[in-house]
């Protein structure tokens, strides 16, 4: 099947992580033309560069430095030209939750200026590109997290980062549609995915058994699960009339559990 990506340059953030990296390999093998970001180490994308060293450019990035995201797209526009899709990818989470009581201000802003206001950095030179260049199509992909839908307690910082990305896609798919007419914005939830953000809690035994009893497929998601909702989403072909839309990714999960039933048994006392 052509997906129409071959003609594509897409920057993906985040591209080092576990599911950047999925994305961009996926995006590789269809043909598009890649700029792909770290923050720490570029080491996870050595294998993808050296089996597509011309389709392929690898830029360090903090997203959280507008100086930094400017120079990503200035970069970006000279190797490949226009950028057609942004993959707004990279986060971090904290390994260890807080009561919001116990949650320090600098935890909090860390964490909403790499997810929030990082993907508003990436999404606002990534729209000055579409002003700078012409063209008909072009697609924003945010990426959530259920957590931004069902809550996450001891993890409010980043729940709140997430959710936000719902309003980010409500308005900027109505401001896309000026600069390209046919551009789109769409948001991929991810739930657990086996990555290095979520290794500790899905190699925990208690934990996973926990978020399994939320899942009807009885399974935690892998990159290629997310990538693909991505690619999809990526490609004027297969999603040329799909723009405001939530793809959730989790298995058909809902809701969390709670309480375990002991605790809910010694609260009865
Ligand atoms: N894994 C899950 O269970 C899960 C569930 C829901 C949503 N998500 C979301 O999916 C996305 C990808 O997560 P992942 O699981 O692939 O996590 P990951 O393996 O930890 O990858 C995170 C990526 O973000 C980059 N990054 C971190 N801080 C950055 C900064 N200040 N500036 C630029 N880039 C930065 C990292 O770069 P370096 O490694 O080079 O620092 C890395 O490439 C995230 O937005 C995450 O919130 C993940």
Redesign the pocket.
Known sequence: MDTGLSEKHVIV?????????EVTRMLLTEGARVTG??????K?LDDVKKDWPEQLRVVK????SEEEVRMLFEEANRSFGRVDVLVA?????THEGKAIQEMTLEQWEKTL???LT?TFLCSKYFFANLEKFSGDTASLIL?????GYFGEAWYVD?STS?SAMHGMMMSLKNEIVHLAPKGRVNLV??????????EE??TDKDMTRRILQTIPMRK??V?ED?AGAILYLASDKLAGHVSGQTITVAGGMEGRVLFTQEEIDSAEG
Do not use: C, E
């Open positions: 953030t985040g591209a080092s992580g576990g599911i950047g990296l970001t770290y923050n720490r180490s570029a996870p990035v903090d997203q959280t990818n990279a986060g971090i989470a200026r790499v997810n990082g990426v959530g997290s259920t957590a980043y997430k939830n991810p739930g657990w995915t086996m990555t290095s953000m979520a809690a899905l935690t998601a990159p997310i």
